[in-house]
């Protein structure tokens, strides 16, 4: 059983490191001896591009209440960093990239002008994104991720996700280096909202992604290079954490 629910973890394409996090957390409470032991194994690079399940697995290594409280502190972190995001989305026109949990709950709280959501391929969760807050109320506009250069000149600020923070980058959905680089050419800022559970030790390597379907783009007679995250440089980016 745990088996498959690790592959389940491991296969999620859909879902950010937050909620990931949790699936795997519960996972590990669950269980006892040698099947954890085998899980902490295979458990921290299940999904290399994503801090706080690396840093989740190093803490389970020491014992199952530590690792519990290391969660409570997560979701408080969180919060912190919602209520910041929020305070800083008010009455303005906010454009963002992919899913986020963490931009999506700062929205609800701030309910901004508009928001500007793009499309975020192959999996395309920005669609998802711009309902789930339309049907909130809040005023959205789904774009396709090549009209970024053209959108982000309307917009006062750009809010995103992290899914993990290291010395060499901020790791978030492909297309979030583009995005900052178009608004450093508008000058536009850019917030990417990471509590402290999402950076990766100092020492750490930049991760490195495994190889993604290439039907999800397209089939045919050439090579597809398929990818579902980036990094951009730090340089590019106002960091929100705790």
Known sequence: MWKEKLQQIASDNVHGATYLTKELLELLCSLEGQALQEVLKEAQYIQPMMAS????????????????RWWKEFEAANKRVVKKAAAMMEGKVVMTHSFSSLVFEAILQARPKKVICTLSAPKNEGADFAQKLCEAGIESELIIDAAMGLKVKEAD??????????????????????????????QKPLYCLAPRQKFWPKEFLAPTEPQREPSEVARGCFDVDNRYFDITPLELVCLITD
């Open 157 to 186: 600020a750009i809010f995103t996700g992290a899914d993990g923070v290291g010395s060499f980058g901020v790791v978030h959905k492909v297309g979030t280096l583009p995005l900052a680089l178009l608004a450093k050419e508008f």
């Open 53 to 68: 399940m690396y840093n989740l697995v190093s803490s389970f290594k020491e014992e199952k209440e530590v690792c519990k």
